[in-house]
């Protein structure tokens, strides 16, 4: 009982946290709400999605055990989380909207939709030099590995697609992806694996420029 009531009120969030009084609205595609509200960027979705699976954690914190590779997302946090992406896609979308929504769909379980998202953005004029590009698939493989369950195999076509982008501008980006693999492979106790993506890690980092390597 305790549960159901704490997944009512995550879900209750989730659906807010992704409305915004248009007065208050700042950036992304406007999609009038017949309330006068208007709908927020993707990136509250996401944030929408992680607070309803916290409320979920705490109802069994005391059996809960992290397993991302097998975790699952509740059915209810799936099915908020398809509601707000379709307003999202109802609006005109931005190339800044385009990573957070695949990260949404994700949640949803729709690993095809978050695919074309993640690459349409990659297509993007301003996502062809090194330095933004290695951002991107950062940012992609983080939220990758941060689903659940962690898609393993995905993050690391993009890390191999990663690997293959020249020049130093885009060792930020590889430094972040290791970072990410490596914290991943540690939670799940993986010591050949964390090895690996921390050499790759340190290997990335002496690309980095002495100034970036200073301010990242």
């Known amino acids: 009982m305790r549960t159901t009531r704490m997944m009512g009120a995550a879900v209750a969030l ?4 992704a409305l915004m009084p248009t ?17 927020y960027w993707p990136g509250s979705c996401v944030e929408g ?3 309803a699976k916290q409320f979920y954690w705490r109802a069994r914190q005391d059996s809960a055990a992290w397993t991302p590779a097998s975790d699952t997302t509740l059915d209810d ?8 992406a379709a307003k999202m896609e109802s609006g005109a979308l931005v190339a800044h909207d385009l ?3 695949g ?3 994700l949640a949803a379980g729709d690993d095809a ?3 074309s998202l993640f690459d349409r953005r990659l297509a993007q004029a301003d996502a062809q030099a090194p330095g933004p590009r290695g951002w991107f698939m950062a940012q992609i493989v983080e939220g990758l590995l941060a689903a659940l369950p962690a898609r393993t195999d995905a993050a690391l ?9 020249p020049g130093a501008e885009a060792a930020i980006g590889r430094v972040r992806a290791y970072d990410a693999l490596a914290i991943y492979y540690r939670g799940m106790t993986n010591d050949a694996s964390i090895l690996k993506a921390s050499d790759s890690l340190i290997s990335s980092g002496k690309e980095l420029s002495a100034r970036d390597r200073i301010e990242f």
């Not at 989730?14 to 946290?17: H, M, V, Y």
């Not at 993009?158 to 982008?165: E, F, N, S």
């Open 14 to 17: 989730l659906s807010g946290a």
């Open 23 to 39: 007065a208050a609205r700042a950036q992304g595609p406007e999609t009038p709400e017949p309330d006068g509200y208007t709908f």
């Open 49 to 51: 999605a992680k607070r």
């Open 77 to 84: 946090v799936k099915r908020v989380a398809r509601e707000c």
């Open 99 to 101: 990573i957070p929504l």
């Open 103 to 105: 990260q949404v769909y």
């Open 113 to 115: 939709r978050a695919k």
């Open 157 to 165: 076509a993009y890390i191999a697609q990663l690997d293959k982008v």
